[in-house]
Nanobody
Framework: QVQLVESGGGLVQAGGSLRLSCAAS????????MGWYRRPPGKQRELVAL???????NYADSVKGRFTISRDNAKNTVYLQMNNLKPDDTAVYYC???????????????WGQGTQVTVSS
């Protein structure tokens, strides 16, 4: 299995920055795409940023120019640098990864427990 643990969430004022980290551990052959999702209060979960194992990236329009996703494959870790945070960024942020844990099963979808990001104005 793949265990994903997020860190770096917290409280910050509007205009501030946070850096989220998500480390993958467990028994797996490889990790493919990794991404960050978020669920604002009272809203549906949405994709924030995605990065492939080839370092191609994709961002939600609402965070383009402010957030940067990156990964360190040697550490099986994905990061989300969040700059110029806005109150609308307040949400629980979830790490997602596509992991190969058994050749017979192909890649599976794994999720972290979530980390709270609160942006005050």
């Amino acid at each position: 299995q793949v265990q994903l643990v997020e860190s770096g969430g917290g409280l910050v004022q509007a205009g501030g920055s946070l850096r989220l980290s998500c480390a993958a551990s467990g028994s797996f052959f490889s990790i493919a795409n990794m991404g960050w999702y978020r669920r604002p209060p009272g809203k549906q979960r949405e994709l924030v940023a995605l990065i492939t194992d080839g370092d191609s990236t994709n961002y939600a329009d609402s965070v383009k120019g402010r957030f940067t996703i990156s990964r360190d494959n040697a550490k099986n870790t994905v990061y989300l640098q969040m700059n110029n945070l806005k109150p609308d960024d307040t949400a629980v942020y979830y790490c997602n990864a596509k992991g190969l844990v058994a050749l017979s099963r192909g890649f599976g979808d794994y999720w972290g427990q979530g980390t709270q990001v609160t942006v005050s104005s």
